[in-house]
């Protein structure tokens, strides 16, 4: 039987995020997301590296200082929500997460991933391009990353961000346009004039 390579390339990143238990892995949101968006997304959503945690490279348990290991320590603790954390292996959004709802909440959610967008808060716009956390979880969108959303979405909020100096443009446009058939039209009136004169003389 074959098996699609887009298949394949979902359940291979997918595999990349699996840990122990113990680590606190969250794999079901992970399969959620890929099932729910339809895009093949990779661990760079919650984890420092794109592969995740598992390994030797920046970002990954391997590499960790004895002092990147009591963060560690201190962000596998929060079980409760309210608590900063600053997990060495997960990114902004992994570490607001765990802040927002705490270990605890989020391993409770693993039966039903779908929830997880209900619970953090709504409001929240780490990257600043107009698309709530949630939705870019729900979509397969890139929550740290201001260029990665859903199109229409993010042309609204552009347009919205810039719509005094679009209406700046185009005002200016209108004015030079304006000013550049008035200068035209009096070109027109100068040839003419003159070809009058010449006719006279």
Known sequence: ??????????????????LPAALGAYPEYHAFVVKHSGRPINCAMCHRHPDGPDGAAPGQLGRLTPEAQERLG?????????????????????????????RKQLMEL??????????????????????????????????????????WLLFRHNLSRNLTQIALT???TAAGLWGLGHLLRGFASATQLKEEESEDS
């Open 110 to 151: 693993k039966m039903a991933p779908e929830q997880l967008a209900e619970r953090l808060p709504a409001d929240s716009d780490l990257d600043g391009d107009g698309i709530p956390n949630v939705r870019e979880f729900l979509d397969g969108t890139h929550p740290l990353n201001r260029n990665d959303g859903h199109p």
């Open 1 to 18: 039987m074959k098996i699609s390579f887009h298949f394949q390339w979902q359940w291979l990143s997918l595999a990349a995020c699996l």
């Open 74 to 102: 201190r962000a596998r603790s929060a079980f409760e929500p309210g608590v900063k954390v600053d997990s060495p292996i997960l990114n902004e959004f992994g570490n607001h997460m765990v802040q927002a709802l705490g």
């Open 170 to 172: 185009l005002a200016a």
